[in-house]
């Protein structure tokens, strides 16, 4: 996983990418956003910190607490927000049906083991650098399925190394469900999945010969494909006499995310960490 996204609720907007964590940075933003039918303004910021439990590298069974900012907003009508260490920005303009298409640039950075490698045979493998990533992203929002606030959310998107850490690509295709209780409380249930290429595949996962030697784990090679698939749960609730459309509220999110295939097989995960990891954040966010 990318070290994944946490991300705030809202009931006015979600935005892309929502509700997957990945690494240092857990943050808030929702997968394909959706006006919901409520008030919106067309020029409106939300900003949140928090604290979130991620693993130390993908695959990792060590933990390491990191904080959880949140930036999200609008100007004019076109919507941006972070998700996770990655920047999403929408520019086709908001609109006020109930089918919302989304469309736009990503850009980011990939920081999975540049820093504190929880074991010791990983951490003789040597840090990786930062990576950094570029691309864009698709999505549509139905708003009004149960209730007429209610929606149902789908985006891919799709990134790659615009250096030479990993030089390959990560596709990342999402759902999510979000149901807004009320004014004050929202809730939303995610889905996704990364399918990667060689070169990401190689770098985080395999082992050469000459790291074999230094770490003691086996010479491991694997290609690309389906990395992992994730399911996430969220929640937001105002605070006093705030709405989800401003002031202040808590958020808090859990998450499990399954490494499949040789991906999973690899010694970083099967020998000295787990496919199976749990991720979970809380903090609070203002809107204005």
Known sequence: MQQRRLVGLSAVRYEPGMFRIVLPALLLAAAAPAEAQLPVDRNAITLGLGVGAIPSYEGSDNYRVIPAPLIRGRVGGFG???VGTHLYVD????LTGRVDVQAGPVIGVNPNRTAAIGDRRVRALG?????VEGGGYVGVTK???ATPFDSLSA???YQRDLGSVHDSFVLRPQIGYTRPLNFKTALRVG?????VGDGYAQTYFGVDAAGAARSGLRAYRLGGGLKDVGLTFAAQHALGRGTLLKGWSLFGIVGYNRLLGDF???PLVRDVGNPNTFLGSIGIARAF
């Open 264 to 266: 999973a097989d690899s």
């Open 91 to 94: 520019v086709v303009r908001d």
């Open 143 to 145: 708003t009004g399925l």
């Open 80 to 82: 941006f927000n972070t």
């Open 127 to 131: 840090a990786l650098d930062l990576a």
């Open 191 to 195: 889905i996704d999945a990364e399918i």
């Open 155 to 157: 985006n891919v998107s």
